[in-house]
């Protein structure tokens, strides 16, 4: 089966770190021997790329850049070493576009620990236009009976908070404090959360973020803009004030990450997996030894993770919110973001 391929296609484009993007037309990339074409429908729009717009991280992008690395699509062309995905097929891109799958970290498929990464969006053009390329191995398998629009932010959210939830030990009947909850990767945290047999208590700011937790199965909301307490509100929502078992740290800011030891239940395990800029955790030597708290960080997942977080959503166990808006307005998106005030997650569509 071949399909037309034009040479020319949308895209948004990063001309120089901290500036607005630019809708404009580019050549169509040509896939390598071991990779894949991806025609993408959709994208989800992860902080992450706001991130890398704004120059937020001790890791340079690559400049022109097309970011994006939440993008569901159509298989269109694929290299002369590639067997296992057909043309026609549904993949996805993700942040790991590629590894060098010999290392000592890819061969035991910690992959996304890779000395030389290839990060989509990032240090290779990503979903943020018409046609991306990526390693075939790494490409995301999207089941035929998927909608393309809706599993997008699974491919970075949902993959994300599922490992992330994976890593705390958390079993099913216990607690797990979701903060950022109302926003792209902690709406899908509550989904899994409850999915998994935990019960989310939701920690955000505002009361749209409240409703929308609550309506995805949060069992308390604690809002950070307006508590007296935060750290006796979350241990309130816990049997015997404990303290929840994890917490996933899901936010855009420090604050937080200071905050968490405070409240974890002992023995409890918190995981790091925002990335604010510049921060810094801290946590009471004390605390953290006498009430034997871990603390770890967790970094999207392999391509096993993913297959699992894929299998969730197509068996109708997520289902979080998004709105969807062309690519052409992804500035939009961006300005929403640095303001805090999207709920869930915006995902453009490269249509118009
Ligand atoms: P988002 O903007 O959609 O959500 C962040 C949420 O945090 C917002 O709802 C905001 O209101 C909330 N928040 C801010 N300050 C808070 C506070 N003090 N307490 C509680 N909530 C607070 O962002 P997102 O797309 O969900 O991404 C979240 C972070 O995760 C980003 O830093 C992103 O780069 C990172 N990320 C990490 C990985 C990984 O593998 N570790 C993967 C994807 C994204
Ligand atoms: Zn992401
Ligand atoms: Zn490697």
């Known amino acids: 089966m071949s399909v037309e391929i034009p040479s020319e296609q949308w895209a948004q484009v990063l001309e120089k770190t901290g500036s607005n993007v630019i809708y404009k037309k580019i050549p169509v990339p040509k896939p390598g021997p071991d990779e894949v074409l991806i025609n993408i429908k959709y994208s989800g729009v992860c ?44 993949a996805g891109i993700k942040w790991l576009n590629g590894s060098c799958m010999s290392c000592s970290f890819c061969r035991t498929s910690n992959e996304p620990l890779c000395p030389t990464p290839e990060l989509s969006g990032y240090t290779v053009d990503g979903s943020f236009q018409q046609y991306a390329v990526a390693k075939a191995a790494h490409v995301a398998r999207i089941p035929k009976e998927c909608s393309l629009e809706s599993i997008a932010p699974i491919l970075c959210a949902g993959l994300t908070v599922y490992k992330g939830l994976k890593e705390s030990g958390a079993r099913p009947g216990e607690f797990v404090a979701i903060v950022g909850a109302g926003g792209g990767l902690g709406s899908m945290a509550i989904q899994y959360a409850r999915a998994m047999g935990l019960h989310p208590i939701a920690i955000d700011g505002g009361a749209e973020k409240g409703d929308m937790c609550k309506q995805l199965g949060a069992t308390t909301y604690v809002d950070f803009t307006t508590t007296k307490n935060l750290v006796a509100d979350v241990k309130a929502a816990t ?9 996933l740290l899901l936010a855009v800011s420090e604050r937080p990450f200071q905050q968490a030891s405070e409240y974890v239940r002992p023995h409890g395990t918190i995981v790091c997996v925002g990335l604010p800029a510049n921060a810094f955790l801290k946590a009471s030597v004390f605390d953290t030894v006498t009430r034997m708290i871990n603390i770890k960080g967790s970094y999207v997942g392999n391509r096993q993770d993913t297959a699992e977080a894929i299998e969730f959503f197509r068996r109708g166990l997520i289902k979080a919110p998004y709105k969807v808006v062309g690519l052409s307005k992804l500035q939009e998106v961006f300005d929403l973001m640095e303001e805090g005030k999207i709920a869930g997650r915006y995902v453009v569509d490269t249509s118009y």
């Open 47 to 90: 902080h992450t790329d706001l991130h890398a717009v704004k120059g937020d991280w001790p890791l340079d992008t690559k400049i022109p850049l097309v970011g994006g690395h939440e993008g569901a699509g159509v298989v269109v062309a694929r290299g002369e070493l590639v067997h296992d995905v057909q043309i026609g097929d549904y």
């Open 239 to 247: 049997p015997e004030g404990y303290g929840p078992h994890a917490v």
